[in-house]
């Protein structure tokens, strides 16, 4: 600065040297002459470069630095530092933010901002997809009127945003039900930021839960009902030793149901709770094959009188890979139902087929009934039964092929079922042919 003053002095005294040998009368009005006229210049000077100054600063072009001598030269230095480093440290603010943002727009849950009126700020991909929103065009939109669902109005006009609340999804549809819980929280100065998560599968999951619940003590309840009217007409009848007798037997009938069920409920869960078998124990298929022949023709005597034309063939020597009760399990359940569906005398065929890319299939095929197309595809359902009176006659649980198909699915099988009204059914079990091999001789 004292340099600066000095080099004004500088100037003054050059122009009082200058107007000292200046051709005036006298030399003094030379001197105060040429110190006006090199104020006057200094002054000129300096406002030509505050208009350069002006200029660039009005251009707003922070990035390239003017160059302008003196004071002003001075302030355009400064100027020109200060706004690197704010914008520095706008770029940071900035990259910071979009991290952020892209942290949250990579959120599995749907995130929306809410200024003070309920209108959207920002909102992520995640709940545009949820709620049907556009991130671009609907930004400061009133979400109550994207969003109508009343539960969900009454939600966000009310004051308690304590608990989540399910509502559901503008795009659901009933082949594809969407269910979303929403949850509000306040923020900042009467903000709001609304979270939203897809609960469509828990909802089912629980929906199943308690479908199952009340499937198994209803299955349960019945037989219990049975016996306990028994029990008590034992107790109060005076009953001769015949009708004692039969009464015994039917509930014997019924307790052996209810143990049929609880020990298809355990095989259930046990298939669910356990790790799928490995390829250490291989079991051979003639010896499944004969298990299976001598069940199904036990049972065929036991429910009709005039046996089944029960036909077992097995191609080859081979053996699977997987666990020997499950393996029993599935492939018996096949032919019990073959048995139980098909009236007296029909004819059932189960055949073990290698084919030649290496898989191989267990069918078993059926005069009986046949299923309705619009039934195939709940039968592996737990409890899901088509011929709900034949199923209990013949001791049916409803959860036979809802085991066939965990079994498949844990030896990585597939189920295939085909079948018409009126022109049987046809069950097959195909194994991968990492699970099948020839028994070496
Ligand atoms: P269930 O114990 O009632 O037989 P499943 O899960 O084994 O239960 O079978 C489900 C339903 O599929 C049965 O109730 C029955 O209506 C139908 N079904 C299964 N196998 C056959 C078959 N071979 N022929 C006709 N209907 C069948």
Redesign the pocket.
């Known amino acids: 600065m004292i340099w600066r003053v000095f080099r004004f002095f500088l100037f003054q005294m050059a122009g009082a040297l200058l107007g000292w040998f200046l051709p005036l009368d006298q030399p003094l009005h030379g001197l105060l002459l040429g110190i006006v006229l090199a104020s006057a210049l200094w002054v000129l000077l300096d406002l030509w470069r505050g208009m350069i100054l002006l200029a660039w600063l009005k251009e707003g072009d922070t990035a390239s630095r003017t160059r302008v001598g003196g004071l002003w030269g001075e302030v355009a230095d400064r100027t020109w530092r200060l706004t690197q480093s704010r914008d520095k440290k706008v770029a940071e603010s900035q990259g910071r933010l979009n991290e952020f943002l892209a942290a949250i727009q990579s959120s599995p849950n749907g995130v929306v901002l809410l200024d003070a009126k309920d209108c959207i700020e920002w909102c992520n991909e995640t709940a545009a997809g949820h709620f049907g929103f556009d991130p671009q065009r609907d930004v400061l939109q009133h979400i109550g009127n994207l969003l109508r669902d009343p539960v969900f109005v009454a939600y966000l006009n009310g004051e308690n945003y304590a608990e989540d609340i399910v509502i559901v999804g503008p795009r659901s549809s009933a082949s594809r039900p969407v269910q979303l819980a929403v949850h509000l929280h306040r923020y900042g100065e009467g903000r709001k930021l609304l979270l939203s998560r897809d609960v469509t599968s828990v909802e089912q999951a629980e929906v199943m839960r308690r479908d199952f619940v009340a499937n198994v003590s209803h299955e349960i309840r019945t037989p219990l009902t049975v016996l306990g009217g028994f029990v008590e007409t034992l107790q109060t009848l005076p009953l001769s030793d015949e009708e004692r007798a039969h009464y015994l037997e039917l509930m014997a009938q019924q307790a052996r149901r209810m143990q049929t069920l609880v020990s298809d409920l355990l095989t259930l869960s046990r298939l669910e709770g356990s790790p799928p078998p490995g390829t250490e124990e291989w079991v051979p298929v003639a010896e499944l094959m004969a298990l299976c022949e001598q069940d199904g023709g036990d049972l065929s005597k036991m429910l009709v009188t005039q046996s089944h034309d029960l036909r077992f063939s097995v191609a080859g020597h081979h053996e699977i890979a997987g666990s020997h009760s499950e393996l029993l399990s599935a492939m018996s359940?096949l032919v019990s139902?073959?048995v139980?569906?098909?009236p007296a005398g029909g004819s059932i065929e189960v055949q073990w087929q290698n084919m030649a890319d290496g898989r191989a299939e267990f069918s078993v095929k059926?005069s009986?009934?046949?299923?309705a197309p619009e039934h195939i595809p709940r039968?592996t359902e737990r409890f899901?039964?088509?011929?709900r009176s034949?199923?209990r006659e013949t001791g049916?649980?409803?959860?036979?092929?809802?085991i066939v198909k965990h079994v498949a699915q844990r030896h990585g099988a597939e189920l295939h079922i085909e079948?018409r009204p009126g022109h049987g059914?046809r069950?097959s079990i195909v194994f991968p042919a990492t699970r099948v091999r020839p028994i070496p001789s």
């Open positions: 359940n139902n073959a139980r569906y098909t059926d009986g009934p046949g299923i039968l899901y039964r088509v011929d034949r199923s049916g649980t409803g959860l036979g092929l809802a079948s059914s069950f």
